[in-house]
């Protein structure tokens, strides 16, 4: 299976399908969430980056689907150039395919060896390998600490910087295999996990533009609609949990103010935060770390 989508009876239900309504999926991958929508009654605008997930959803996934070539941080843009400037509801996983992880070539996965990829847009020139041979070792440990919160990144940064003086770091193993020989432990998982999702998320500017679509796909929801949201990391999960916590909020003054000038209203309620099931993160591991939040358009 291309990617198995993780919490889909939980966000049908949440999202509270209505027969004909149009909703809107923001990271298409295998299709799984945009189908169970589809399978509910609704009707799906599907966005990717990827060109490999389009194109397999073509062949695989059935029903009323439209599907857009781009990234959900211009999600606005895309869809009002489609003619669509209100939507049903939305829903947006922020993991990694099954597809990418396992396909070696795509460079994703410390476990496969495969080009310094990570790509998640095949037709962008810029890759983990741009990354890992052009970046200062200042500039290393940086992304290492900010989006891997790696504690040893100074010392992983040293590392790569000593080995590319010799030859390029061009392989995914190669990569890992000097990461693992600069951890002097790891209490669990992979010493290179923290480093390789650092690196892809610098790759593919994962984290930029996060709060602000949040707020843009939000704004396009109907009144009632709700917008679902998968993350699977601290860094993603503070920034849905920031947006969501600011729809819910009235007053968004500095505290030092005495009395309100802003004028905020909430326009938002959280109604949902839930982690998968015992028995879905027996079935599929990688939803062991995902995190759903749902906000309600009020």
Do not use: W
């Amino acid at each position: 299976m291309y990617h198995i989508p993780i919490m889909a009876q939980k966000i049908i239900e949440a999202l509270k399908i209505k027969h004909d309504g149009l909703y809107l999926d923001g990271t298409l991958g295998g299709g799984g969430h945009s189908q169970a929508i589809l399978n509910a009654g609704g009707r799906v605008v599907a966005i990717d980056r990827d060109s490999d997930a389009i194109e397999y959803c073509k062949a695989h996934v059935t029903g009323d689907i439209t599907y857009i070539k781009g990234q959900y941080e211009n999600a606005v843009k895309l869809l009002e150039a489609n003619g669509i400037t209100k939507i049903s509801g939305a829903v947006i996983d922020l993991g990694v395919s099954s597809h990418q992880l396992d396909e070696a070539e795509r460079g994703f996965s410390y476990m496969h060896d495969g080009a310094l990829d990570m790509r998640m847009d095949k037709s962008q020139d810029f890759s983990a390998y741009d990354v890992v041979n052009g970046y200062s070792a200042e500039q290393l440990t940086d992304i290492l600490r900010r989006y891997g919160e790696e504690d040893f990144a100074k010392r992983i940064a040293g590392a790569i910087v000593k080995q590319r003086q010799a030859k390029p770091i061009a392989r995914t193993l190669e990569l890992a295999e000097l990461i693992r020989a600069s951890v002097p432990y790891r209490k669990s998982g992979h010493p290179a996990k923290k480093s390789f999702q650092a690196i892809r998320i610098e790759v593919n500017g994962e984290l930029k533009g996060l709060y602000d679509a949040i707020c843009g796909i939000f704004g396009l929801i109907e009144r009632g609609g709700r917008l679902a949201i998968l993350s699977f990391h601290s860094l993603e999960d503070r920034i849905v949990k920031a947006a969501f916590n600011e729809f819910a909020t009235d007053c968004i003054c500095p505290k030092r103010l005495p009395v309100c000038v802003c004028n905020h209203r909430a326009i938002g309620k959280t109604v949902l935060k839930e982690k998968p099931s015992q028995e879905e993160q027996q079935l599929n591991p990688r939803s062991t770390s995902a995190t759903l939040r749902v906000s309600e358009k009020l």
